[in-house]
């Protein structure tokens, strides 16, 4: 368990914290989100201790162990990739170490009852539980073992890390943190890196992992499938939910309904004391009436208007001009990395109004085609052709750490704008949340969601008829990426977008470009229509899977026919009383839902009440048609 009670810290004038209370406890699977600079990345840093809060206190029992994954790598690109992997276990020997010199202490004490003796215990005693998690005897073959199962092969295990891309090195760092077993794991923006395979395992592990994880994401869909709890940081506020995120968001909207209607009655009431103040203050039989009213108010608690943060930026992309009707034609593509072949002899088109996306595995060489679409890269053999009248605007996957760290926000954008708009680059910053002193911030001082912001300023100064747009959701919240995504939709030019994020691309396209085994292949529909391709594809895994557990069936059968009578007989008594409990429940939800369907439901008192039980009772019902399922499978029903 974490406990954090009273958090407090400011940079200059702004509070990040204002008297902060949290606590995360065993087998939450906790989604913190929040706008941009809302201080998501800041508290995991204080539960790390990588940084100090003016105030408070965070109680974590000891013998807990952490891990945490930041934006940011730290692996050493000389390294092979199982060597890397082993670095996890570098600390192994220090705490053995320290294990040694403190159980030497322990042996020369005589103060049995001291505090200073306890702590001791209490050390020595969850080091050792610490190195219990570990035979250092095998961590070599449990590294291996790891590794497979994150996509690595025994023909690129021994390879340098250098080799590999961004999504490759981040499966690298999340595996030494995974072969550590922290019982806390903290991940900020894991999916930044991953491609939509490697995110699909990674909601898996997670689901299944054995702590408290803690993970800073603006993937709703990764969200929805991972979290039994969300924490929103808002205005130095918290907004606490034991839902997923699709839940919270309708918790919160109810919990705004009823704010909103508590405020208009009690400002009503407030406007009806003053009426009678002012009217009866005058009179001398009923000054004393007055003057109780006017205490009340005094005494009274104003409830705070519902404050949101909706900043959100201004993003329209100007008109495209007409194009050919091919854009872009890649014949007998080639693309190699020294002896590492990428692409081989793809066939690539796209026409005029055209919206594609590009997926597939990282290292796969979504990446490296829309480099060279864009003449950023060249091919190593084949044939490249822009079609007429194609102005290309390209934005890519490092963009935001492109940018000249040393210029203001306002040269930046007036280098990037054509002499025409020039004089509107003040304009263009404000509508992307840059106002006032803003635009003469240096480049480096901003965050990555910031950079990311003025990046794409950049990118629509500019009259683009074709664009090319590299993983353009990283670092931006939710907001921002919906804004992004609504002004590509209304963009009438010709798009390709490299995209892991798949509630970003749902709808956004019309075509699919898989990306596997150093070629393409065309899906027709968004994304959503390409994993349910995905998914007829690997059929026969299916059928391997329904064989298997046709067997395990089988065998349950087996048992249950040995099962003693007396033994079946208490195993059919406890369904049935699970049975019971099944129809109770259900029939206390559809009261709850009967009374919510009422349009007047949120203007009542015990709405928010009625709300959580409506959730508990789900959440039950969910735990009791598990064990159904358990008794029903024991059995052989």
């Avoid at 959503?528 to 059928?543: C, G, H, K, P, V």
Wanted: glycine share 6%; net charge negative; hydrophobic share 35%.
């Amino acid at each position: 368990m974490i406990d954090l009670r009273g958090i407090n810290l400011k940079y200059g004038d702004r509070h990040i914290f204002k008297n902060l209370n949290l606590t995360f406890k065993d087998q939450e699977r906790i989604g913190l989100i929040g706008r941009n600079g809302a201080g998501k990345s800041t508290l995991l840093k204080i539960i790390a201790k990588h940084i100090s809060a003016d105030s408070g206190t965070i109680d974590i029992p000891n013998g807990m162990t952490m891990g945490f994954l930041t934006q940011d790598l730290y692996v050493n690109e000389e390294n092979s990739v199982l060597t890397e992997a082993l670095t996890a276990f570098e600390s192994l020997n220090n705490l053995e170490a320290e294990l040694e010199k403190l159980n030497d202490e322990l042996a020369g004490r005589m103060d049995y009852e001291s505090d200073d003796y306890m702590k001791l215990i209490d050390r020595i005693t969850g080091l050792s539980e610490q190195l219990g998690h570990y035979d250092v005897n095998t961590v070599e073959a449990t590294a291996v073992k790891l590794l497979k199962g994150l996509g690595f092969k025994d023909s690129n295990i021994n390879n340098a890390v250098s080799t590999f891309s961004g999504g490759w090195k981040m499966r690298i760092e999340l595996a030494k943190l995974l072969l550590r077993e922290p019982n806390i794991l903290m991940l900020d923006e894991p999916t930044n890196h991953l491609d939509i395979e490697s995110i699909i395992w990674l909601e898996q592990y997670i689901k299944d992992y054995d702590g408290i994880v803690i993970v800073i994401s603006h993937d709703q869909e990764f969200l929805d499938n991972v979290c039994n709890r969300i924490v929103e940081l808002e205005l130095s506020r918290v907004f606490d939910v034991k839902s997923n995120y699709s839940g919270f968001m309708i918790e919160k909207e109810l919990q705004r309904q009823v704010m909103e209607s508590t405020i208009k009655n009690q400002q009503k009431e407030i406007a009806e004391k003053e009426r009678l103040i002012e009217k009866f203050r005058a009179k001398a039989n009923k000054a004393k009436f007055a003057q109780s009213l006017i205490k009340q108010l005094d005494k009274m608690d104003r409830i705070e208007e519902f404050a949101s943060d909706t900043k959100a930026m201004n993003l329209r992309f100007p008109p495209a001009g007409r194009s050919g009707q091919i854009v872009s034609k890649a014949e007998s593509l080639t693309k190699s990395y020294g002896q590492n072949l990428v692409l081989d002899k793809v066939d690539f088109q796209i026409e005029r109004g055209e919206r594609l996306a590009f997926v597939g595995q990282n290292g796969q060489g979504k990446s490296t085609l829309a480099k060279i679409l864009t003449d950023e890269i060249e091919a190593s053999q084949g044939e490249v052709t822009t079609g007429h009248n194609v102005s290309i605007g390209y934005f890519a996957q490092d963009q935001p750490e492109q940018l000249d760290g040393d210029r203001t926000l306002l040269e930046v954008v007036e280098g990037k704008a054509p002499p025409e708009l020039r004089s509107k680059a003040r304009n263009i910053l404000g509508s992307f949340l840059f106002s006032g002193e803003d635009v003469d911030k240096k480049v480096k001082v901003l965050s990555g969601g910031e950079r990311s912001r003025l990046a794409l300023a950049c990118l629509i100064m500019q009259e683009n008829n074709f664009l090319v747009l590299d993983e353009p959701t990283n670092h931006l919240d939710i907001i921002s990426k919906q804004r992004l995504k609504d002004a590509l939709m209304q963009y009438d030019g010709t798009l390709l977008v490299v995209s892991h994020d798949r509630s970003f691309l749902q709808g956004l396209t019309s075509k699919t470009v898989e990306f596997k085994n150093r070629n393409i292949k065309y899906h027709i529909g968004d994304v959503n229509e390409f994993l349910n391709s995905r998914a007829t594809d690997t059929f026969r895994e299916i059928e391997k899977a329904t064989i298997v557990k046709s067997k395990k069936q089988e065998e349950l059968k087996t048992e249950v026919n040995k099962m003693s009578r007396d033994d079946e007989k208490k195993l059919r008594r406890k369904l049935r009383y699970v049975e019971r409990d099944i129809e109770k429940l259900e029939g206390q939800i559809k009261e709850i839902e009967a009374e919510m369907a009422d349009p007047k439901f949120y203007m009542r008192e015990d709405s928010v009440s009625l709300s959580k039980a409506h959730g508990d009772y789900k959440e039950q019902l969910d735990t009791k048609m598990s064990e159904w399922d358990d008794l029903a499978t024991q059995l052989g029903d």
